[in-house]
């Protein structure tokens, strides 16, 4: 092993023995160790599920280079078809009453305008649903909510995407 191996591993064993209690458990930092790890897993799942594409603003047009902190903040671009104008809400304000119960709760029930993939929330497993949650949870709430949906008929006073109508069935 390395010079920088060997410190590394003294470093990480370090850490470790800190958080262990004493007694040498991992007591409650056992419990913010599996919490670290379901916000990462919350973020890599707000990556590669599209969570960003709608609710951060820019982030397609700018390939994903968005700084997170700016993260799901809801965006001001409208999405318009027959069912009217939605917008991507701010999902860090979203939850910032809400319960990890109401959360998940939820996202088995609730069903959303287009273009929300609402019916793709309700085939991730409950251990995903919850790391998105402690990861907007660990994000924070910030930002300003997004403008309030728009029946048909109704002009937005902001850019559109638009959507055409769906093809018969």
């Not at 919850?130 to 109704?154: K, M, S, V």
């Amino acid at each position: 092993m390395s010079k920088f191996g060997y410190g590394a591993a003294a470093i990480v064993l370090a850490v470790l023995s800190l958080q262990a209690g004493a007694d040498g458990s991992p007591g409650k930092d056992k419990a913010i160790y599996g919490k670290a790890a379901s916000i990462e897993q919350g973020r890599y799942l707000t990556r590669i599920a599209g969570c960003n594409d709608c609710h951060t603003a820019g982030y397609m047009a700018s390939a994903g280079n968005v700084p997170e902190a700016q993260w799901l903040l809801g965006d001001s671009l409208g999405w318009q078809g027959d069912w009217g104008t939605t917008y991507a809400i701010n999902l860090r304000l979203y939850v910032k009453d809400m319960s990890e119960e109401q959360w998940v709760a939820m996202a088995r029930t609730k069903q959303s305008r287009p273009p929300m993939p609402w019916f793709g929330l309700r085939e991730m497993k409950d251990a995903d649903l919850r790391a998105i949650y402690r990861f907007l949870r660990f994000l924070g709430p910030a930002g300003e909510p997004a403008p309030a949906y728009l029946p048909p008929g109704q002009q937005a006073t902001g850019p559109v995407a638009r959507f055409p109508s769906p093809p018969p069935r």
